[in-house]
């Protein structure tokens, strides 16, 4: 028999609700996260929700309009007031410029939808923490979109560490290295401070920081510098920090542009009294595990991509890795299964609340760049 | 201004024709083929062709009817010969298994349909030869889904030996090697040798042929080894043969689903009179390139992923690597242009002639187990 | 106080008896044994015999002069039977080409000496058979010098197999892959067939079938492939076989002197139905070792430094690595401990049988590469 | 002929002259330094003069007396005064403890010796500075022996800047990882205060300095912390600092003795305005070398062991690896030929105000842990 004489295939998946998505941002950001909305609903099955993609904004019409097309939005319009507004949306995504974080994501949140903002939440802590308690304030959900939280290997790393696998965490040693800052000719609104509030920092560094902060705890002081190598370049290149957490683990946290060869290594170390774990980005479906102890001790190269490993329910046979673009299947459906179930978006998404604190260690950096001290960390409450 | 207001955006995409497309097989490469048919309107743009995934057809009802609704297909079914007889499917894209591939692949041609086929094409050289002089007589575009050739870092390998990098070719060595079939209590129809034809030869193998051939040249002859390790299992484990090259290059081919450790470890090595090339699926985004020469000599790891890279145009920023379900993105997209254009498969898309000559060589390794002798090759013409 | 006043230091270590060593060859292997010889005293420690570098023997009268002064023999000599005759040498060490390996070998043993021969021990099975039975006739000590037995890494490999770690043996690829033969003005005694009986086989593939035999067990069958790329060259460049084990176990043995850059890349890997084992000689210090099971399943890279690891107790702290030349201290001192204890070679250290067992291997590589046809494998006994 | 007939060979050999050692310390430097005095004479031939082993002094008289018989020192002592006034000796090499780094070794200087003293120079940077101003004083030749400089990857390193193939440097990240100090019930001087100066910073973390002001330029200001993790270690287990170098580059220097799994990971990477450097002395036989451009772009793995690399032409053919024990032979070496030809032990070589310069930058890393404050180095003249 067949569904030409049968039917019934649609019954089940319309059982489950749609939700409505509206885009800010069709670049780097807004091809990610569409793309993401678009394999939820197959790679994820069943999908907690479905998103339909209601609306794309953007500031250039024919390039958002383009966007609308090729990603299958029903609607565009160059001004995000128009997504606020727009009640087919329950879910505000702002993948835009740094610059335009705070009100339209507060706007929305206002408007009851939920929101994800991109990172660095806001171009400083004081916007950051202005945008998270605006928005906590309404009870929708948000997602700052640290997606590298989603990498299945990070995840599996947090697993570890939880298990007490690591024992007593004592070194952080994190760095995200690349190299396209390295082109004097090159502008983009990333290299203006108004727009993006910090260069390499807020771009690298903040993922640093939180992956730090997700895998070893929260950042109690920083000695750092910060440094720009191109003439006439507004922002930092690159930021060097030597760091301790509160919990008395010691370690560094750098990011720069301008590591000749490097070119998306987001690399980290966690050395504990147990063990150890290491990473790199350019390999992400990889996890480097050190246990102690054993005539074979050394570190272990494990391939995420087991049946038991986190995520894995979503893709492939063991080996067969995923892309840099998965990790946002993973980290979009987390949001939608909160929405979906009214859960927390915490402890493995991060919130707002995470955004705003990685906004106030990147502070510190700065802070301590200029006044070559080691700079305290304190951090705001609601 | 918005969409709301101007509208216009379907017009554009409206004019990229559609291409309906159905699919036999809801499984791996079910999975695998419908995320590309539906990533391709976006990630490659513009596309040559918008896939409309019209029917899919099963054996079994409930799972193909749940297939449907997770990838979107409007329409299913338990009868193949419904996707040949649908008027609105131009291309017919078979991911069964192997004992299914023959009939309906050729009832599709013969219907009038492009058709792609999973590999191994047929279960050995004669059905293989039969698919392919059939389909061949019909005119239609015919794809062999050896996915591999899409690899970005494949491409990069053929594309550096086709500019002469490497000079005379000298020594090839490729094997794939994967493990899941270390466990006695599975059952799959890749074990049955009614279904499958062969073991980790046609699974397997026959893909270390395929790359062999494309990046190499044709097998002259083969001296193997065909072996069975679990007890009770129809289809071989291994294969292990020493090869030689019409070109006069020499090398292995080792296929086993018994290497433990390696998930998808399809490796491979060649070594021309100018360099040297190295690959490994497992790190499917990176090559390594030796060129002679220089203090500083030695394999570069080239992470295939510059905007001068093969296939980089649709995907992401350098370093943000893909995954191995991208790779039928980068394939499917190569059909689409080619049924677009009315091009040529071949040389990068493997044609049915390309799945005919592997699987002579396949067959050769068998009769070289049973012989004990080196055999010699020869491929029939249609 | 101090050794001005109380002396006495002398006297323990000269409680250690001396052993004369002859030497025959000065170049290559000459100078790597002689290394040894002077470092065992003092690496090693207490040693089991205190070399003394007696006397060298080689062709050319400037070259062996230069020798004999560089590495301290107090005589030297380009009449190798000045060796076997000399009262003072107890061990003589065979460093030369592979054709005079046969008769000063004999007669050194015959001599009643004590005999190192470098690899292969001859330049065929029958001359390899010949200078087996000849010296095990003797009963003196007989070492054929694979050393790459004694790399850490390599002994540790055997210590897990023996205990059983890797379960039953299903795979050994093993492959040595040089580049220094793509030299068309090169000209060496390794390129005379007279001289070296073979190329890349008996100086590479040598090695190959030896830690074969020294790990998975003896072969079976060959069905190869031998090639000389280089127009006027008397030897092999290459060669390529698939292989039986007595044992089941299946695999590939291969060598080539045209690898673009690999210099010394002596690869296997071993699979068994319990782990698997992985090795590449350009990382002597490291293996790679999987054990089935586990979410955090991987190849761990072990660097073969620590306290409880094979060879260690003369070297460094752990990750201090040592050199390939330090092989050579881990093998004569294995000799050395064998001659003092009258004890066994075998079955760590490689007797004349082994290289013996080597060569009919290497042989029917060569006939299966005439004839074509897989060739079993049979053994003389003495 | 033979030398039983002809002799002469002790001739030429005789015209190198001897130069009379007297070693302090029989442990892990000792063994290493006298390693390297024995080879010498043999691995770089012609030797630039013959070690002879003429004194060892320790404290444990048992100890001192076993290592004389097994290095083959002519005599020991207690009492390293003997040493200083041994007239038979003409290289004083100090690998005592730190705390007997200073009056020894100037005795010996004073008394016409030249000198060599382990790192770190002094226990801080003023001990270490009256140490050179004393030697420096005397006109010996003086080495401070930061043996990693005599790797041939890092000579490589350091030519390849040298030639500008790196442009400007822009960064320098170096760690040096060790764990085996996570073991509490160990005890060694290294853990006291008083003999050791430091901990992880002295011994690990000097090295780093060192390299780093070898490879990129002298410190100008650090941001540190100073941590001891394990309850009453009197000596600090890791330090972590930001730093600034003279000529703008910006990075990090950390080391510890807990990074579970590192057993000797001195690893840096360098990047300059044209390309890249990374390292690992677990793999020190290998450099990764990135330079900008080309469609095959990425980091190098060269394996420092060609013809026309560093120190190489005393050790094997391309691929044969070295040892880390054969650092020494490299650096004593170098000594040898400043002393016999009076030539500079610098630049290659560390002289003792590399060594004091390299003690300012730990002593600094100390004030800033102290101050919480960025510290400004200054270097003190003769």
Redesign the interface.
Known sequence: ????T?G???T??GEIPEIGVGMLGYA?MGK?H??AF??I???T?PPPLRPRLV?I?GRN?EAV??A??????E?????WH?LVSDPGITLFDNGGPNAVHAEPTIAAAQAGKHVVCEKPLGRDADESYEIWKAVAATGVKHLCAFNYRFVPAVR?ARE?IDAGELGEI??F?G?Y????G?DPSLDTWRFHSDEAGSGALGDLGAHVVDLARYLVGDVASV???V?T?LPGRQVDD?I?????FEN?A???I?S?R????????FQW?I??????LAFD?????EIQ??R?GG?????????V??V??PFWEF????????????TFVNELHHLLRAIADDADVAPHGATFEDGYRAAEVCDAIVR?GES???EQLSYRSL
Chains 1, 2, 3, 4 share one sequence.
């Open positions: 028999m067949s569904s030409l049968g019934g295939a649609e089940a998946v780097f990610a569409s793309n678009r394999k609903p197959y790679m099955w609306s904004a019409e309009r383009a609308a097309e090729r990603y299958g939005y609607r565009w319009t160059t001004d128009d599996l570890l004592r070194h040693r760095r290295l690349q190299d396209w390295d000695s750092a510098l440094k190598f690159c060097e920090a030597a760091v301790e008395g010691v370690g560094t750098e720069t301008l590591a000749l060869g490097r070119r998306n290594a170390e050395n504990g009294s147990k063990g150890s980005m350019e390999r992400l479906n595990v050190f102690n005539r074979t001790r050394g570190f272990t190269t494990v391939l991509s087991e038991d490993h893709w492939w046979p063991p080996g067969h890795i995923i892309g840099w673009g998965d301590s070559g001290k080691r």
